[in-house]
């Protein structure tokens, strides 16, 4: 049995009705830039590794990926001026969530994660979770995380072994996702391209009109340099591991 | 080079931005059940292949596909009463399509092709195209279709040699969509589980609410026996031959 | 006792209050440019008429009619660039039937039947009719069609005896619509104005912008020339007739 | 040449689309209890009769009526309680009115008149003109109006001779709905079925829940007796001749 | 104890969960222009100090204000051509109202008052209280009034003694304002730059855009020439004394 | 001239429209519980003092304070499930200050600061932002910040002297808060009714539905021992320093 089995794209109905008691995982990404040597679907195909890893670990379901997410932010992402960054309207993002929530709760599931790739999406995300909550009675149980919040402190420290960490607001297309494409999926990472002028300095505030300038013209906010296929491992087994705990304790799953 | 040069998702930035002149794909499905022998992400599959083959085609760029779309019907697609299928609020589809469409606008393409594979969805992605071309002063010409319309009577005749037609609304997991998935993903269709026991008579009207014994406990609407790759590579090239013909009298496209 | 009885808008609130278990039919049509010879609001009145045939002959009450509906599309109504067509945005459409059904099931009624004359509402009604039901929990039965679906093959083929069936989508203004309002109101038909210089070649997919000449100048789609009130009489009865027995089977009714 | 000719609906799209620079006048009511002598399409086919009688005073168009309106007031219609009383929410008579006028100035009409005939209405279709006025640039003068505010005081006067006038508020199935209707349609008003029991006093405050007993249990607010189709002429020529005033201000007509 | 007591802002969430039984009070005003001697924060500022008399009286809570209401018109307010009228959609004003009475019903509290302060807002405000007396099912008695409606026909002719009363409608930024502020913060009214040229005669019809000239360029509708604090205190009272015995009738409150 | 001088409420239309070329600053809190020493209104408080302050260094206008804001979650304000906490939903916030921000847009007004004091309006507030920004095509600045993110690490080390940081997410109803409120207005802090029994412990994910026990009974997240009306005093200045340094950059001000 491969690791496709946990898809829900690739079951057939009995299949999927079969399983309503194990948890089912939702993964939202976004389609947006990733500086010159990571493709746009970064942050959608490492959600959807994690979920597909996680639910080998859990003999949980893979729903489909949700593939483009809320607006990416000069902190956080960088993309709202670069070719390629598709941005969903704050109302859109919640409406998708709520309605895909809602059709699985009232499928008998009651374990759900939402594993989430995206920084940006996260409020969004939250906010669909609470209503979908509101309307159904809290039927169902609700995890929802990403693939940095879960790890401990000794994983990142290993992970960034030799390396400065810039803080989680600048890993975009830095050191932490150029690893986990390099463990998961190396054809895509174009190492060779890969440009670092100036590490973004955090602003205290943010301010609109975003303008060109307010990210390097590349496209990145921290140095990918030192990433490596066995950095993306370990914070794909270190927030799998951490996941599964957190499943246990919220479902009561164990496997 | 090989066919996944064509997603946007696989590529970097400045890839994608040194394309604005040629056309984008945004492929559109569903999660939904699809009787015994196909799996749930047939819809989505399918658009998605027959996006790759007609970017490949058209030197044309594949965005990632929406894999959830409008309700199903049970006239059309059986689903609302079975485990698996995701429906979306119309509203949904319309704010999540829209805002796709405005943001690749925004990047300064002008040739788009929507191309659908859930019958469910065309009334409400037209919605989003209509709303998105007033609010853009109509700057992109958009087509929409889907796989089944471009086809000329003679394919249609062809697919079906020794076979009945029921009838396109019927062809949920029969002929063209088992055909179409033994072409591009044998491996996920299960030709020893298809059940067919009576085909569903369409009728002159909806009723609500759909009850159980509106579409047949197995999840068909019609027979799938007689499916080969062979008529799914007919549909598939009759469809993408017709679009390339219909990109070139849009778009002004030629290859 | 006229025809007149089973209008909703001529009765007091009593003698609506009295008929809770009868069923009630709302019309829906829409204000479109009907070519050089029939006035635009003909979706409108053929559903009224039909309605209040409908009613007659299930002692049912007819509402009010929704008089506008959702937007003319070239390749079955083709009204965008036309004069005179008012089209409402598909949220608008669903809004205005969700909160008129809702109000009519809070009021007790059970049976309902919503009648519509315009192609292009179908998917924006029913889409309204299953947010009402899920909110209601499914406590009325709503069965929703139009004049031209319940029309058994021999009926079509007696109203087309002598001419040709282009299509329901070109239906537009053409043989059906005009034969049926020379039946209704044949004071408003211009059978001296009529024009026709093509037929409309259905296309296989949608492209916007819509432009001037997707549509012929005049905005017939199709050609009238034989229509007749005996044609629209038998369209009529053919309708109302299996209109009957689909409410006699879906709510028991009976006179 | 009879008043219809002024109707939208009974045109054909080049008859009206040679009518942009006259004023076109958009009437709209309600579908809501009135008592037991009157119909519940009072308020629409009042402020329909209205709106002929302009058209014709102003060579105006009159689009089709929108028969339902806004949530019907205790104080003011009565309704939320007794059967029959359709009530739209807010959102839908913004949208609904919004998306009409939108329709209409971009035909290229720039002098409309809305016509309201149901007292609750006001402050909704007042929001939908606000939206559409800046969404266009304010390309079209737009007048709102009913049939009571125009009313000189000598007319109202007049109307009420030899009889009690409760104010506007409780003008609902009294004196001047079942006047004008006695002028416009005798054949619907029920003299004979006529209750009056208390007339009920206005409240300085609202409170909700709405409750039996806020209004009397026939559905009336103040007495009818003494109606007339005098009265009723006097009203609809009072009403009339003053818009016409109002337009020749605003739109600069004349006759 | 001193008034401020009675602010919910000023209590711990404690003290506030201990009054649930007694009666909770929501302002809401606005900010609007309100000529050239009155501050624009006039309309927020009475009703949070009538809303704190009125807690004081009945052992009430007052809710924070809502400081920004629905959209200034030019016959009650005039304020949409003036620099510091701030004008919320009709669709935020019903938002808002609604998810603070929902939150405040799930908090346990079923006697709610909103006490609003600009004329304009009053539809906006009910339609959400009907919204949310829907969706909780009536569980919580909801009173809605301002500071005009509930004074008996003697207040307001002491409150005009010598005056001319020019009606509701045009007391923007004239007697009753100008007294009340006088009344409540003087130091915030500027009598020496009072400017009065024309009464504003009032219109029987609305017409949009709003223009220049539709409002005299100073902002006052209405002479305030002879307002005082007297007169102020007056109309404080006696909307306070009335607004207890509303409530004694409708919460069965006391004290 | 004090510092009521700079609030928009207190000014007359004319005052303000003489200020459009100075900053505005829109102030947004939250009405939330902060455990049992602090009242309910502390992040609406101090988001205003905070803006007069700025707005006195900077001679800016202060906008009334929006005192309702986003839902309270349990690892950053510990609200859902105490009574007093108004959780406003996603959309409502958005559409709010979106409506605020167009209208001062359209004034004139071009240096705009969103001064926030609730940690999860942040994303919401900025949705808005963005929304207004497209559609005004960026005519503005507008910069959003709060009290916390602009403070210097040795500013927060000075308030920090002698106590541990908890890290911002737990600062709810803790040392700074606390002393922030005991600097601006002392009378409605309850030192003696301070409680604290742990530290709650930051989870790496959500999970809903929240419940009883995720948030300490009593309210708290971290110890407030230890607070002064020194260390606020620290945090106002260094707060308003720093944003008088971002709104010099941004909008090129100066005194």
Redesign the interface.
Known sequence: MTTTTY????????E??AR?DRPVILPIGS?E?????????VD??IAEHISEDLAAALDGTV??????GY?S?PLSGGGPL???????????V???V???LS??IA??FTKIVVMNGHF?N???V??A???V?RETG?KA?????NWW???TPDVVEKVFEGLDFPGWALEHAAITETSLMLHYEPQ?V?MD?MVYKQKVEPK??????VRKGDVPDY?GLADATGSSAERGRLIAEGCVS?MVK?CAE?FGTER
């Open positions: 898809r829900m794209d690739q079951m057939t109905w009995p999927f009705a309503t389609t830039q990733h500086s010159q040597h990571l493709p746009m679907g959608a195909r729903m489909p990926t949700l593939c483009y607006k932010k670069f070719p390629g960054t598709i941005d969903l309207n704050g109302v859109t919640i409406n998708l709520h309605d895909v059709e699985i499928d008998g940006e996260e409020p969004f939250i906010e979770i609470d209503l909550t809290g149980t609700i995890v929802e995380s919040d879960p790890l895509l174009h391209r205290a505030y943010v301010r609109y009109p496209g951490e957190i919220e």
